[in-house]
């Protein structure tokens, strides 16, 4: 375990000098404070990357050397993100939608972020980053189902059904709200979350969460590894905070069986379309959401060789290519009239996001 976590923090090194510049060169100064931009967006950045590359100028201060100067910036960039956050607690996604069109809610971009909060407040000294967590707690309130517990409509004109992932998010962001304001309520709320995750495990296909069910219990989008991944990586957070250590445990061994399907599917090499079904996810090796359940599952000697294999891959990449690794190909089916369905500072943001709580659980329960 000690020379892999070597091999990851060498890579990683070498990862967060690139991050770190081209965030730097993002950055803007404002009245109050500091801000940072998505140009290809045409405006700052959202909520989500914002904190996202506010976490990885702390980590890359913190544990890389970069100049002390980044934890006055990641402050600053938390604060520009709570101005960002709607009045109903929602962080929006301003990707993809018309001019003048409100920014889309979806919980996702909560989940996303939870975890950048709770570092940012805790290492950064970003008392901001507990009032966003207070207010995505009020968001998810509203977005709770009335009658199932520890399920959560992804977005507010999705309520047809369970989508499981989104749930995992909402769990993560009620889980670190809890750690950081110690009122109980945000505990049991993401401990239900945890019971529903485990009792729909396995229910269709052994081993397996579907992508998303109807109320009734049929499937509405079938297995995915990618979101499998994302439910084990933030359900960690969620095991992070339990007490009901029986739960815990139980929950643990919920993980343990996900994780394994995810490495036989890698093992296999099985084509992408038997293991994404909808038409945007990407393979295994170019989902962070993977790289990250991969670190937290790494008491498994496949999940600890197969983070490397990826990260050694994301690395190579990058240094052939810079940050530009990271720019999305452009496609001629978008609508000109919309903002980017996705853009370099949101793909890499979320890589260095990814990463950075990668690291930091590797430094917090190791």
Same mark, same amino acid.
């Given at each position: 375990? %000690?020379?892999?976590?070597?091999?990851?923090?060498?890579?990683?090194?070498?990862?967060?000098?690139?991050?770190?510049?081209?965030?730097?060169?993002?950055?803007?100064?404002?009245?109050?404070?500091?801000?940072?931009?998505?140009?290809?967006? /045409?405006?700052?950045?959202?909520?989500?990357?914002?904190?996202?590359?506010?976490?990885?100028?702390?980590?890359?201060?913190?544990?890389?050397?970069?100049?002390?100067?980044?934890?006055?910036?990641?402050?600053?960039?938390?604060?520009?993100?709570?101005?960002?956050?709607?009045?109903?607690?929602?962080?929006?996604?301003?990707?993809?939608?018309?001019?003048?069109?409100?920014?889309?809610?979806?919980?996702?971009?909560?989940?996303?972020?939870?975890?950048?909060?709770?570092?940012?407040?805790?290492?950064?000294?970003?008392?901001?980053?507990?009032?966003?967590?207070?207010?995505?707690?009020?968001?998810?309130?509203?977005?709770?189902?009335?009658?199932?517990? /520890?399920?959560?409509?992804?977005?507010?004109?999705?309520?047809?059904?369970?989508?499981?992932?989104?749930?995992?998010?909402?769990?993560?962001?009620?889980?670190?709200?809890?750690?950081?304001?110690?009122?109980?309520?945000?505990?049991?709320?993401?401990?239900?979350?945890?019971?529903?995750?485990?009792?729909?495990?396995?229910?269709?296909?052994?081993?397996?969460?579907?992508?998303?069910?109807?109320?009734?219990?049929?499937?509405?989008?079938?297995?995915?590894?990618?979101?499998?991944?994302?439910?084990?990586?933030?359900?960690? *957070?969620?095991?992070?905070?339990?007490?009901?250590?029986?739960?815990?445990?139980?929950?643990?061994?919920?993980?343990?069986?996900?994780?394994? %399907?995810?490495? *036989?599917?890698?093992?296999? *090499?099985?084509?992408?379309?038997?293991?994404?079904?909808?038409?945007?996810?990407?393979?295994?090796?170019?989902?962070?959401?993977?790289?990250?359940?991969?670190?937290?599952?790494?008491?498994?000697?496949?999940?600890?060789?197969?983070?490397?294999?990826?990260?050694?891959?994301?690395?190579?990449?990058?240094?052939?290519?810079?940050?530009?690794?990271?720019?999305?190909? %452009?496609?001629?089916?978008?609508?000109?009239?919309?903002?980017?369905?996705?853009?370099?500072?949101?793909?890499?943001?979320?890589?260095? /996001?990814?990463?950075?709580?990668?690291?930091? *659980?590797?430094?917090?329960?190791?």
């Amino acid at each position: 375990m %000690k020379q892999w976590k070597e091999e990851i923090n060498l890579l990683s090194k070498e990862l967060f000098e690139v991050f770190n510049n081209y965030f730097l060169k993002e950055i803007v100064e404002t009245d109050d404070g500091y801000d940072i931009k998505d140009e290809e967006l /045409g405006s700052m950045a959202s909520a989500c990357t914002t904190l996202e590359a506010a976490l990885s100028l702390l980590v890359s201060q913190r544990l890389f050397k970069a100049d002390e100067k980044n934890k006055e910036y990641a402050r600053a960039l938390v604060k520009s993100a709570l101005k960002r956050q709607h009045s109903d607690g929602a962080l929006g996604q301003p990707f993809y939608i018309l001019p003048q069109q409100e920014e889309t809610k979806d919980i996702a971009e909560i989940g996303a972020c939870a975890d950048a909060l709770y570092y940012l407040y805790l290492y950064a000294d970003a008392k901001e980053a507990k009032d966003i967590l207070l207010g995505t707690a009020r968001f998810l309130d509203k977005m709770k189902h009335p009658e199932v517990k /520890g399920v959560y409509y992804k977005r507010p004109n999705a309520k047809e059904h369970d989508v499981l992932n989104g749930d995992a998010y909402a769990g993560a962001s009620l889980m670190r709200t809890y750690q950081v304001t110690k009122d109980k309520k945000y505990h049991d709320l993401a401990k239900e979350v945890a019971i529903h995750l485990i009792n729909r495990f396995s229910v269709h296909s052994e081993n397996w969460w579907p992508y998303a069910e109807f109320f009734d219990g049929s499937v509405n989008v079938g297995n995915s590894l990618s979101y499998q991944a994302t439910i084990v990586a933030f359900g960690h *957070d969620i095991l992070s905070g339990l007490e009901d250590k029986e739960l815990a445990k139980e929950f643990q061994e919920v993980l343990d069986q996900a994780m394994i %399907k995810i490495l *036989d599917c890698i093992e296999q *090499d099985l084509p992408l379309k038997e293991v994404e079904p909808v038409w945007w996810a990407s393979s295994w090796n170019l989902c962070p959401e993977v790289l990250l359940a991969l670190v937290k599952q790494r008491h498994m000697p496949r999940a600890r060789e197969y983070a490397l294999v990826q990260l050694e891959e994301i690395t190579q990449g990058v240094r052939e290519k810079g940050i530009s690794y990271f720019t999305p190909p %452009k496609k001629e089916e978008a609508d000109p009239q919309r903002t980017p369905v996705t853009t370099t500072f949101r793909k890499a943001s979320t890589m260095a /996001g990814i990463l950075s709580y990668a690291l930091m *659980d590797i430094e917090e329960r190791d």
